[in-house]
């Protein structure tokens, strides 16, 4: 048998375990969880990094025509379109629209400007819109490579829209290039679909103009102009700009291409915060976006990302907790099933130690039950001896209780009927004895085979003892009662006036053998007591009655 302590440890431990389980399960699902931020939000800044990257190769494309236009502008035209034929940045770095040039004039004398035109591209193109409230303008002398709808913006004085103006003016000033904002491009004139897009200046500052020489086109270009729109004191007089526009919707897909898919939303913003104007949206934006920042040239707009993996994301920790969960719960349904075990096996035990220790007292009482019947039938023959005149009167006394006897045996027994009265079998055992019938008083209670067959044994024992040593003996008076007291029964029995006081320190073992019925079979109670010459016992137990 396992002590009690051992039993707490065991269900300790167990307890124990499963909570460690729970605890490791809950760090790993945060674990997973935060590793799938941070592989987001890695792949977030790869994206951010990406766009960044091909943004500044189009810058070196800007700077590369620059350096061209400046090396000889009277063959810009040619030149930057066999450089860019033979560079293929829309094949190596797609996403922008072209490279285009836009030359300075004087707001009012374009002729310089569509004689440039002409010469590039062979027909007739007059500068627009013609409304500009400037004193110069920068009109596009050259978009490449050509195509239909490029082919609108040729002409047009970029200088004498604000947004583009702004840009432009910022890049004179510091000679880096310049992002514009948000603006429609002049060729979505003849787009379908219309997209919002930018563009990105690039400054050509004029050269010394030589001394002596035949006047050339670039002679009557706008750039001694430029100091009077310089917006800081200092700056350089500029000739014109290289520019690149983008379509932020064609931009984003030639960055991004197919990681488009595998992304859930994007947001692109030109600057920071949610007022920032918007550029590109694609997807829905969860709580759990990335915001990562943007180098559009000299200014820094905010991309966010949202890939919406659920089951990534929390989908592998609620399957990791609730795994840890599974385990912790079978870790205590096995410790449950093997604590039933446990107690199964200790129960049969003890049912098996019952029952042996039942055995040996039935082996006892049997022994006891012999002895006791020798002894009653030996008292029996005195009490009829002492009553009969001669032999044939003893015989016939003797042999009638000898029979009565015999038939309240058989009925304990054999269980005859369903159910037996208590004052018939106390008046019996006291009939024997020689006891009138007023001796034994009380209602009538019926008894069920097994209460009648332990009261039956508990007076037998008590007449017994009382023929050995009390009233039954002649030595004293005998009173036997019993009633209801609630939901029990309480029979007494009480031997008074006899010769001495009975010594009850100790329990013979018919007396523990009927305790035992007592409390054990009827789930009652016992008590005796002995005092001043008298002897009181009384038996409580559970009414039963199924006469009642």
Known sequence: MRSVWADRLMGLLVRFVGLVILIATLIAAAASFLYNQAQEADQASRVATQINMRLRDHIAVLEGVRALYQSDTATSGPGIRS???????????????????????????????????????????????????????????????????????????????????????????????????????????????????????VPVYARPRPATGPATPADSAPAPLAPTIATTPGARPVEAFVYAPFRTRDFMAAVLGEQLHSIDGIEVRAGEGPSAPLVYRHGAIGWDAHEQKLRVADRQWT?????????????????????????????????????????????LAEERARHAEDRELMIGEMAHRMKNAFARIGALARITLRESTDL????????????????????????????????????????????????????????????????????????????????????????????????????????????????????????????????????GSWDRRAADHSLAITIRWPDRDIAA
């Open 83 to 201: 450089y860019l034929a033979a560079l293929q940045p829309q094949v190596h770095a797609p996403g922008m629209e072209g490279v285009g040039i836009a030359a300075a004039m004087r707001t009012g004398d374009p002729a310089g400007i569509e004689a440039q035109l002409g010469a590039n591209y062979g027909r007739d193109i007059k500068v627009w819109p013609g409304t500009s409230q400037q004193p110069i303008g920068f009109a596009v002398t050259l978009v490449e490579p050509y195509t239909p709808r490029r082919n609108v913006a040729l002409g047009f004085d970029m200088y004498s829209e604000p947004i583009r103006r702004e840009a432009m003016r910022r890049a004179w000033q510091t000679g880096r290039p310049a992002a514009s904002g948000i603006a429609y491009l002049a060729q979505e004139k003849a787009a379908q679909q219309k997209q919002p897009g930018f563009l990105i200046y």
């Open 392 to 523: 044939r009167d003893f015989e016939a006394r003797f042999d009638g209780r000898m029979r009565a006897l015999s038939d309240a045996k058989q009925m304990l027994v054999t269980g005859a009927v369903d159910t037996v009265d208590l004052g018939k079998i106390i008046r019996r055992e006291l009939d024997l004895m020689g006891q009138p019938a007023d001796a034994a008083q009380g209602p009538d209670v019926q008894l069920d085979d097994e209460t009648a067959q332990a009261l039956s044994l508990a007076v037998h024992e008590f007449v017994t003892n009382s023929i050995k040593y009390g009233a039954l003996a002649g030595k004293g008076d005998l009173a036997v009662a019993w009633r209801r007291v609630g939901d029990d029964i309480e029979l007494s029995w009480v031997e008074s006036a006899l010769p001495e006081t009975p010594q009850i320190v100790g329990e013979s073992f018919g007396t523990q053998f009927i305790r035992t019925l007592i409390e054990r079979q009827l789930k």
């Open 303 to 347: 991309i966010r990302i949202s890939y919406g993996r659920f089951i990534d994301r929390l989908g592998r920790p609620l399957g990791i907790i609730l795994f840890g969960a599974a385990l912790a719960f079978l870790a205590t349904q096995l410790h449950r099933v093997q604590r039933r075990r446990i107690d199964a096996a200790q129960a």
